[in-house]
Structure formats: structure tokens, C-alpha cells
């Protein structure tokens, strides 16, 4: 089997990213990963999206540091002829196009893929947007917190008294996680074919995808769920339990880790019991189950609990704070903490490396987020603008780099 190479697996591929926040420049950062050239495009002085969670001297935050590492960042102001006239170059020489905003928006950044298409007629343009480009909602602004809202999780989440959205944005990364997927599919497509498309996604439709268990158990039979707190309704013993000195959880699914549970609480009387004969019925009853599972692990330190379950092979772990996450072994060891040149920080920035690795060609973080404009004349002179054109560009303000 041949060992990596220090080739990416992207090299050659080049990506123009609009996106701003999450979703768009995720999806243009994971390509970038694995060795896609990704000129991030923003306005003279850098886009709004920098200043999420500040954490640097300069006020950039972790949203934007995570999510634009391996870029490369041209400040332009794409409004009046000379600014026309450099973007259209630019797409030129991209394959891809990431952008996220409102389907009805990207006539008017002259980002449509009729536009595009007409400049580079095989380009791939990827767009995500809060509702998508159907229905009343189409036009509508919206965020991570709107479509855990609007897809059920946040209702199913907490006590049932108020309805809680939990703190990460996985609605984001989800579609973020989409593009990406519908990008590469699209590459692959164009590879056979040599024809472009239009790659559409976005928040709500990714929340729904996430949250089919629920949806489709609803729409199939109607049991109207509710928040059960950390509670499994499907299975159980799952839920959050105190320990000693700390909390865990379980998540016992399936009769073979059931079984294995029941032994250890010394309740193997269960295991013929109705009310624990399946996956669901288990969920039914979960009550009984967690308050067992709660006196056992009340009298037992965190470690002890995890070990004991670890060696009957049961489903646990411990409930981490960020700063406990971080310093956990097996997050230590699992090449996920990339430390990584920041500017403006004196030691270098624990970045996290994609969710998934490829044997051949893995990912890499060979640069750290770029500064406004960083590297605006390199990008211009790659797509063909001489040095009087950019320097036009420049003189009227429609394009800057750091001082």
C-alpha cells in the first residue's frame, strides 16, 4: 500500500470563496485541507465575519481563524468597471465558486451561475443560503440558532419548559459538510463530463437532514415527541448520569450492550422483562433504567465508572468542558489539535484538523488565516492583470493589502 504523499488531493483545483461566517468558508477551508488553492475575496479592510469570538490582538476571532486557515485573501471592492473587470478575470481561472447568501442576492454580486457560466462555461458554483431558493422563506435572513429552531432539535432539547439550541453551531458545519460533498461530486462530475452546475444548499434543509430520525418517525406515525431532558426516547440506558466527582454518559443501543449493562448493575432478571425487550420499549421505560444507572454511578468517581463500563465494552464517556476537552488524552492523541502561526499571537494557535483523514493524500494546515488583502497582487497578476492594471485597481481604492 503506498504511504501518503505531500501532494493534496485537491492541487490544481482553484476556489474563489465569497462565503462569509460559517457554512461558505468551511466548505472553501475543508477543500482547502486537502490542497485546494482558495483565494478568499472580501472587501478592502476584511470582511464583517473576522471579529466572531475575538482572540487575537487585532480583534480576529475563532469562527474566522478556524475556518480560513490555508487561504489566500484578496481585499476587493468588485463595484464599477474596474472592479467588474478584475472579478471577471478571477473567475477565468477558478474551477469553483463558494458563496452563501440568499439565492434571489447573486445576480446582484453578479455571482448567478448564468454569469458565471458565460465566463468559464465548465465552473462549479456553490451556494448556501438560510431557506434555500424555493418557497416564502426564500428571501428571509437567517442563522444556525433559526434552524435548530425550525427543524425540532431545540424542542426536543432541555426539560420541555423552555426550548434550548445548544451552543455549537452544527447547523453550520452541516451544510458546510453538504457543499463540500455536493462540490466534490460536482468535480467528479465535471472530471467524466466537462460540464459545471450549481451546487445548492442551506441551513434549514441541512437541520432537516440531521434531524431525520425524529421527522420521519413523526411524519410515519405521529407520537408528538417532547423534551426529555438527556433521556433517549429510542433506547436506554442513555442519558447523563453524576458521578463521584464529575458527570458521563451512556448510550447503551441494541440487546447485546443491554445485556451487558444488566450484568453489571446485577439486574439480570431485565433481560426477561417486557418492559426492556426492545431498543424502543427500553426508550419507553427509560425512567427505570436511568434512575438504576444514577445510583450506581453516584457512588463511583468518574473514572471509575468509565473504566468499569469500558471493560464490559458499554458505551461511555465523561461530560468535558472546552478546556477539559482539550486536555484529554485521547483528544491529545488523535491529531485533531493542529498548532498553527497565527498572526498577532506569539505561539502558534491550536486550529482543529478536519473530521476525517485519507491515507494517500491527507489533509494539512500549512498556513494560518490570511490578513486582508495579504495577498490581493499575487491573485491579480496569477489571472492576467498586468502591473498598470493593478495598479489602477489600487488607486482607486477597489483594492488594498495590509500596510
Same mark, same amino acid.
Given at each position: 500500500?503506498?504511504?501518503?504523499?505531500?501532494?493534496?488531493?485537491?492541487?490544481?483545483?482553484?476556489?474563489?470563496?465569497?462565503?462569509?461566517?460559517?457554512?461558505?468558508?468551511?466548505?472553501?477551508?475543508?477543500?482547502?485541507?486537502?490542497?485546494?488553492?482558495?483565494?478568499?475575496?472580501?472587501?478592502?479592510?476584511?470582511?464583517?465575519?473576522?471579529?466572531?469570538?475575538?482572540?487575537?490582538?487585532?480583534?480576529?476571532?475563532?469562527?474566522?481563524?478556524?475556518?480560513?486557515?490555508?487561504?489566500?485573501?484578496?481585499?476587493?471592492?468588485?463595484?464599477?468597471?474596474?472592479?467588474?473587470?478584475?472579478?471577471?478575470?478571477?473567475?477565468?481561472?477558478?474551477?469553483?465558486?463558494?458563496?452563501?447568501?440568499?439565492?434571489?442576492?447573486?445576480?446582484?454580486?453578479?455571482?448567478?451561475?448564468?454569469?458565471?457560466?458565460?465566463?468559464?462555461?465548465?465552473?462549479?458554483?456553490?451556494?448556501?443560503?438560510?431557506?434555500?431558493?424555493?418557497?416564502?422563506?426564500?428571501?428571509?435572513?437567517?442563522?444556525?440558532?433559526?434552524?435548530?429552531?425550525?427543524?425540532?432539535?431545540?424542542?426536543?432539547?432541555?426539560?420541555?419548559?423552555?426550548?434550548?439550541?445548544?451552543?455549537?453551531?452544527?447547523?453550520?458545519?452541516?451544510?458546510?459538510?453538504?457543499?463540500?460533498?455536493?462540490?466534490?461530486?460536482?468535480?467528479?462530475?465535471?472530471?467524466?463530463?466537462?460540464?459545471?452546475?450549481?451546487?445548492?444548499?442551506?441551513?434549514?434543509?441541512?437541520?432537516?437532514?440531521?434531524?431525520?430520525?425524529?421527522?420521519?418517525?413523526?411524519?410515519? $406515525?405521529?407520537?408528538?415527541?417532547?423534551?426529555? =431532558?438527556?433521556? #433517549?426516547?429510542?433506547? &436506554? +440506558?442513555?442519558?447523563?448520569? *453524576?458521578? /463521584?466527582?464529575?458527570?458521563?454518559?451512556?448510550?447503551?443501543?441494541?440487546?447485546?450492550?443491554?445485556?451487558?449493562?444488566?450484568?453489571?448493575?446485577?439486574?439480570?432478571?431485565?433481560?426477561?422483562?417486557?418492559?426492556?425487550?426492545?431498543?424502543?420499549?427500553?426508550?419507553?421505560?427509560?425512567?427505570?433504567?436511568?434512575?438504576?444507572?444514577?445510583?450506581?454511578?453516584?457512588?463511583?468517581? $468518574?473514572?471509575?465508572?468509565?473504566?468499569?463500563? =469500558?471493560?464490559? #465494552?458499554?458505551?461511555? &464517556? +465523561?461530560?468535558?468542558?472546552? *478546556?477539559? /476537552?482539550?486536555?484529554?488524552?485521547?483528544?491529545?492523541?488523535?491529531?485533531?489539535?493542529?498548532?498553527?502561526?497565527?498572526?498577532?499571537?506569539?505561539?502558534?494557535?491550536?486550529?482543529?484538523?478536519?473530521?476525517?483523514?485519507?491515507?494517500?493524500?491527507?489533509?494539512?494546515?500549512?498556513?494560518?488565516?490570511?490578513?486582508?488583502?495579504?495577498?490581493?497582487?499575487?491573485?491579480?497578476?496569477?489571472?492576467?492583470?498586468?502591473?498598470?492594471?493593478? =495598479?489602477?485597481?489600487?488607486?482607486?481604492?477597489?483594492?488594498?493589502?495590509?500596510?
Amino acid at each position: 500500500m503506498a504511504g501518503p504523499t505531500s501532494r493534496g488531493a485537491l492541487d490544481g483545483i482553484r476556489v474563489l470563496d465569497f462565503g462569509r461566517y460559517v457554512a461558505g468558508p468551511y466548505c472553501a477551508m475543508l477543500l482547502a485541507d486537502f490542497g485546494a488553492d482558495v483565494i478568499r475575496v472580501e472587501r478592502p479592510g476584511g470582511g464583517e465575519d473576522r471579529a466572531i469570538t475575538p482572540v487575537t490582538p487585532e480583534g480576529e476571532g475563532s469562527v474566522f481563524l478556524q475556518g480560513n486557515r490555508n487561504k489566500r485573501s484578496l481585499a476587493l471592492d468588485p463595484r464599477g468597471e474596474l472592479g467588474r473587470a478584475a472579478l471577471r478575470r478571477l473567475v477565468e481561472t477558478a474551477d469553483v465558486v463558494v458563496v452563501n447568501v440568499p439565492e434571489s442576492v447573486l445576480p446582484k454580486m453578479g455571482l448567478d451561475y448564468a454569469s458565471l457560466s458565460a465566463i468559464r462555461p465548465d465552473i462549479i458554483l456553490t451556494n448556501t443560503s438560510s431557506f434555500g431558493p424555493v418557497g416564502p422563506w426564500a428571501d428571509r435572513p437567517g442563522f444556525d440558532s433559526v434552524a435548530q429552531a425550525m427543524c425540532g432539535s431545540a424542542f426536543l432539547t432541555g426539560t420541555g419548559e423552555v426550548p434550548y439550541r445548544t451552543p455549537i453551531s452544527w447547523v453550520d458545519s452541516a451544510t458546510a459538510l453538504y457543499a463540500a460533498f455536493g462540490t466534490m461530486v460536482a468535480l467528479f462530475e465535471r472530471s467524466r463530463t466537462g460540464r459545471g452546475q450549481q451546487v445548492t444548499g442551506s441551513l434549514l434543509a441541512s437541520a432537516l437532514a440531521f434531524s431525520a430520525t425524529y421527522l420521519v418517525e413523526e411524519a410515519a $406515525t405521529g407520537p408528538n415527541r417532547t423534551a426529555t =431532558a438527556n433521556r #433517549s426516547v429510542i433506547n &436506554g +440506558p442513555t442519558d447523563t448520569f *453524576r458521578t /463521584a466527582d464529575g458527570w458521563i454518559v451512556t448510550q447503551c443501543v441494541g440487546p447485546a450492550i443491554f445485556k451487558r449493562w444488566a450484568n453489571l448493575m446485577g439486574e439480570p432478571e431485565w433481560l426477561d422483562d417486557p418492559r426492556f425487550a426492545t431498543d424502543q420499549l427500553r426508550g419507553d421505560n427509560g425512567a427505570v433504567l436511568s434512575e438504576r444507572m444514577a445510583r450506581w454511578c453516584a457512588a463511583r468517581t $468518574t473514572a471509575e465508572a468509565l473504566d468499569t463500563m =469500558a471493560a464490559a #465494552s458499554i458505551p461511555a &464517556g +465523561p461530560v468535558l468542558s472546552p *478546556r477539559e /476537552a482539550l486536555a484529554h488524552p485521547q483528544v491529545q492523541a488523535s491529531g485533531m489539535l493542529v498548532p498553527t502561526p497565527v498572526h498577532g499571537l506569539a505561539n502558534p494557535l491550536a486550529l482543529l484538523a478536519p473530521g476525517v483523514a485519507l491515507g494517500g493524500t491527507p489533509s494539512s494546515i500549512r498556513s494560518g488565516p490570511p490578513r486582508p488583502g495579504q495577498h490581493s497582487r499575487a491573485v491579480l497578476a496569477e489571472a492576467g492583470l498586468g502591473e498598470a492594471e493593478i =495598479a489602477a485597481l489600487f488607486e482607486a481604492g477597489l483594492v488594498t493589502e495590509p500596510a
